[in-house]
């Protein structure tokens, strides 16, 4: 079975321009969570997908992230524009069942610089 | 809400040598406990998890955790560790519901070096 696939998994971008990553979920998983996971940090959601539903956005800063999931399934995270304190590893989720007991199971991340 | 406190930024062991990483949580409500490992450039594995029972949970790798209610922790320990090992080990909670699902809050992790 495979894993959660993410891409790509380094960027580096100036400040101001735009950046996406891109969440490829394990096959029937509907849960899909974005994190942010600051150097030295622990992972922080970001937002939280049922299906195609964002059911918890309240963390994602909606001025400049946003965030979608069409048709259920792969996920993109974009950020526009970025700032030096986007520098971090963005990590995807997806989760095996309905309820917080069942293990989500985690991306290898999208580390992003931004100069 | 929860919260977690993960008490050691960085635990340094030499190898064969028994382990523990502390970790406390803080909730109003009743929480499911869980310990997850990262190994460089790599997402986290969960390593085991509390849900009820028995407050002694065995996961993968040898790793074993406690769950102490009355203080709140969730400790993780191994016996003998090993070389590979050395990674950054994550204590999470997330809020015990019975339907749907709650997102898991991470503590800030510790970094596991072990020395030959």
């Given amino acids: ?22 969440c490829n979920p394990i096959s ?55 700032e030096l304190g986007d520098s971090a590893v963005y990590l995807c989720a997806s989760r095996s069942g309905p309820s917080s007991y069942n293990e989500q199971f985690f991306g290898p991340g999208t580390r992003l610089t931004v100069l | 809400a929860q919260s977690v406190t993960q008490l050691d930024s960085q635990v340094p062991v ?12 803080s909730s109003s409500v009743s929480v499911y406990l869980f310990w997850y490992v990262q190994y460089p450039n790599q997402g986290l594995q969960l390593l085991l998890k509390y849900l009820s029972g028995s407050t002694l949970v065995k996961g993968i790798n040898g790793f074993e955790a406690e ?5 709140t922790s969730f400790h993780l320990r191994k016996p003998s560790v090993h ?34």
């Fill in chain 1, 1 to 22: 079975e495979a894993g959660v696939v993410q891409s790509p998994r380094y960027k580096i971008i100036e400040k101001k321009q735009p950046v996406a990553f891109w």
């Fill in chain 1, 28 to 82: 029937g998983h509907n849960t899909l969570y974005w994190y942010l996971q600051n150097l030295g940090q622990g992972p922080e959601l970001l937002i939280r997908y049922e299906n195609e539903e964002a059911v918890d956005d309240s963390q994602l800063p909606k001025d400049r992230f946003s965030a979608e999931r069409l048709k259920g399934v792969d996920s993109t995270l974009k950020i526009q524009p970025a």
């Fill in chain 2, 14 to 25: 030499f190898e064969e040598a028994p382990v523990e990483l502390r970790c406390n949580y």
């Fill in chain 2, 67 to 71: 769950f102490n209610k009355s203080q």
């Fill in chain 2, 83 to 116: 070389i590979s090992d050395t990674a950054e080990y994550f204590c999470a909670v997330s809020a015990r519901i019975i339907q749907g699902a709650q997102k898991l809050v991470f503590g800030q992790g510790t970094r596991l070096t072990i020395n030959p």
